[in-house]
Each structure stands twice: as structure tokens, then as C-alpha cells.
């Protein structure tokens, strides 16, 4: 079965300072990688996604990601963050169609931003 | 655009009492679904459909019925309301070809509390 794990339920970081996300997954095949966000009473909103190729994928606000198959992990990074970046950020691991259209999301890491 | 509507946006419910939550997305995806979101845990999807008079369970489905008799609609109905089905309800819908691989577009939610 296919799981996903964020390790940290919270992370506090400074407006400026760098973030890293941390997240585990365990899939049998070939994964396909995301990160959503979602801002306080929002629906989610894709980040970015990994499906194959390079394993440093860039996606929206400045966020980037890496791909470690010998770690099973996909972290998310970001350099500066900005209190926008203030928001819950979800891992999520899923394979193609054929593998029942099913997305896995991990618990989720509520970031908080201070000034 | 509208893109994924959900409503309502909260609702209080008392036990064994029934509802519909609608869902309506105007970006003619075949593929729609629900998830709800608790805390610590994700989300979790309750079922999908990738088509119009197609529809199947997800991970968490018992309590829980749907239909799809259009492409546009995914009402979810709770037809005896549990405390245990409190949470934040999600809809979510994509494009056939992609829904396996996660780019998913979401409704803003709906909070739903059975007293």
C-alpha cells in the first residue's frame, strides 16, 4: 500500500530565512511526487509535481523540490520565505492511471511565519 | 472562471440526520472526487468518479453515497449523520488522462460538524 509521511507537524521559521519540508513515501512502483498548499480556509493548490527526469523540480512561488529514490524522500526548500508562505503544505505520492486514480497525502506541515 | 464549487461552505448537523453536499465544477473534467481532511491525518479520499454513471470507493467510504449523472455534478450524501463524519469535505476534479497523476483542482471545502 502506499503511504506518505511529514514528520514535522509544525515548523516555525523566520521571514527571510530558508524552509525545508521533509517527506517520506512508500510506493511499489515508479512514483509520481507533489506538493500542495493550502492557505487558511482555502482549498489546495499544487505547488509542484515529479514524474520523472530531473530530480530538482522547480514550481510555483519559489518553491523547488528533490527527488531521492535511495531516501524515498521528496523535501520541499525554499530560500527566503515570505509570510505569505505562512500555510499548511501537503505531500502526496500516486502512480498512473492504472493504479486506481488513487492520491496518497501525507498528515501535512502547518508552516508558521515570524516577522 | 468558477472552477470547482462547493456548498455549503458549514453545516450543522445532529445525528442520524441525512444531507447532500454539492459539488459542481465548470472545467468539464471527466474525473471528480471527494476527500475529507482531518487533523494530523490528511486527506482522505472517500470516493471518485471518472465519468459520468461511473463512480467507486476510495479509502474511506462507508457512511458515504454518490452518483454522477452529469459530467459537471458530485453530490456526496451523508445519509445518517455520525459524529465521527465531523470534518472538512473536500471536492476535487481533473482531467481523465491526469487524475491518476494528481493534478487536482479543489473546492474551498466544506465544514460539516454532527453534534
Known amino acids: 500500500a502506499q503511504s506518505v509521511t511529514q514528520p514535522d507537524i509544525h515548523i516555525t521559521v523566520s521571514e527571510g530565512a530558508s524552509l525545508e519540508l521533509r517527506c517520506n513515501y512508500s510506493?511499489?512502483?515508479?512514483?509520481?511526487l507533489f506538493w500542495y498548499v493550502q492557505s487558511p480556509g482555502q482549498g489546495l493548490q499544487l505547488l509542484l509535481k515529479?514524474?520523472?527526469?530531473?530530480?530538482l523540480v522547480q514550481g510555483i512561488k519559489g518553491f523547488e523540490a528533490e527527488f531521492k529514490r535511495s531516501q524515498s524522500s521528496f523535501n520541499l526548500r525554499k530560500p527566503s520565505v515570505h509570510w505569505s508562505d505562512a500555510a499548511e503544505y501537503f505531500c502526496?505520492?500516486?502512480?498512473?492511471?492504472?493504479?486506481?486514480?488513487?492520491?496518497?497525502f501525507g498528515g501535512g506541515t502547518r508552516v508558521l511565519v515570524k516577522p | 472562471n468558477a472552477g470547482v464549487t462547493q456548498t455549503p461552505k458549514f453545516q450543522v448537523l445532529k445525528t442520524g440526520q441525512s444531507m447532500t453536499l454539492q459539488c459542481a465544477q465548470d472545467?468539464?473534467?471527466?474525473?471528480m472526487s471527494w476527500y475529507r481532511q482531518d487533523p494530523g491525518m490528511g486527506l482522505r479520499l472517500i470516493h471518485y468518479s471518472v465519468g459520468a454513471g461511473i463512480t467507486d470507493q476510495g479509502e474511506v467510504p462507508n457512511g458515504y453515497n454518490v452518483s454522477r449523472s452529469t459530467t459537471e455534478d458530485f453530490p456526496l450524501r451523508l445519509l445518517s449523520a455520525a459524529p465521527s463524519q465531523t470534518s472538512v469535505y473536500f471536492c476535487?476534479?481533473?482531467?481523465?488522462?491526469?487524475?491518476?497523476?494528481?493534478?487536482?483542482?479543489f473546492g474551498e471545502g466544506s465544514r460539516l460538524t454532527v453534534l
Open positions: 515529479y514524474f520523472s527526469g530531473d530530480t
Open positions: 502526496a505520492v500516486g502512480g498512473k492511471k492504472a493504479a486506481g486514480n488513487k492520491l496518497t
Open positions: 510506493y511499489g512502483a515508479t512514483p509520481y
Open positions: 472545467m468539464n473534467h471527466e474525473y
Open positions: 476535487a476534479s481533473s482531467y481523465s488522462g491526469l487524475a491518476g497523476l494528481g493534478e487536482l483542482f
